[in-house]
């Protein structure tokens, strides 16, 4: 996955006119053999995004992927082999390494909280949120898809997901559901619940799916039975973390979004080293 404009625009930000230290150090004739490794183990995503700002800097530059994004890989393991004009690899070096790093972090949290979602054995799916790096966002979704969650809405602009201060604004729960209705009759409306009651209002409204927003684990238990006898789908967001994904898996919910899988992921560590 890549994004052609995105990494031009890198491209730009970083070399500029030019990387005048390799220029005024390595003649333009020179060739050099460089490998992308894994400092430390993780899930790999942005391999063709990498691929891209070689491409771009210099097409002359053989870039062989070790691993397809969504491999787990461990500390030491090649993921990219590169042969091509020593210039085009140095001046690409740092844009290559923040895509991967930045993307397999954001895939190998994933993971783990996929990994401990599974461990209650229920169905429940893991979803991002929109709570990504301004103009990342395609990318950075992709990257959550690698280390196996699923992605909630790209934009505002295709779901209806109605939140608390569209309720405030709106006048209540009740006439947020109606107007949306209205506006939009074959859209399915999802809309975000606090408290018991809010849920018991939209489940009256027959909205789609209910988004129980920071709910301890009693009150979310209580939620979601309510929600499965009325037939309607539930989301458990707020405040979710590893500690406590599994908990919140156990009670039932169909979805779990967590915001931290794009807006708190560390970098993996991936270097490039001249061999």
């Given at each position: ?12 930000e ?71 004009p ?9 844009v ?13 949290l ?19 949120t929109?709570?990504t ?101 539930t ?17 039932g ?23």
């Open positions: 996955m890549q994004n052609s404009k995105l990494i031009k625009q890198a491209i730009s970083d070399v500029g006119p030019g990387d005048i230290t390799t220029q005024a150090i390595i003649p333009s004739s020179q060739k050099a053999r460089a490998i992308i490794l894994a400092k430390e183990n993780g899930i790999i995503a942005g391999v063709d995004s990498a691929r891209e700002v070689f491409r771009q800097i210099d097409k002359k530059t053989r870039f062989t992927a070790k691993v397809k994004d969504g491999a787990r890989v461990k500390k030491g393991k090649i993921i990219v082999t590169l042969v091509g020593a210039r085009g690899i140095l001046a690409g070096e740092r290559a390494l923040n895509f991967l790093q930045r993307l397999s972090g954001i895939a190998t994933t993971r783990k909280f996929k990994t401990q979602i599974s461990k209650v054995k229920t169905n429940v799916r893991l979803l991002d929109r709570k790096t301004p103009g990342l966002r395609v990318l950075e979704k992709y990257a959550v898809k690698m280390g196996g969650g699923e992605n909630h809405r790209m934009g505002l602009y295709d779901a209806i997901l109605i939140k608390d201060n569209h309720i405030k604004l709106a006048g209540g729960v009740e006439n947020s559901i109606v107007v949306a209705k209205l506006a939009l009759p074959r859209k399915p409306i999802e809309v975000e619940a606090k408290t018991i009651s809010e849920v018991k209002e939209a489940i009256k409204l027959r909205v789609d799916r209910i988004l129980l927003d920071n709910m301890n684990i009693k009150t979310l238990r209580d939620a979601v039975k309510l929600c499965k006898i009325a037939g309607i789908k989301e458990a967001s707020g405040g979710i973390n590893l500690n406590n994904v599994g908990a919140v898996a156990k009670t919910v169909d979805y779990i979004s967590v915001g931290a899988l794009t807006h708190s992921a560390k970098a993996l560590d991936i270097s490039l080293e001249v061999i």
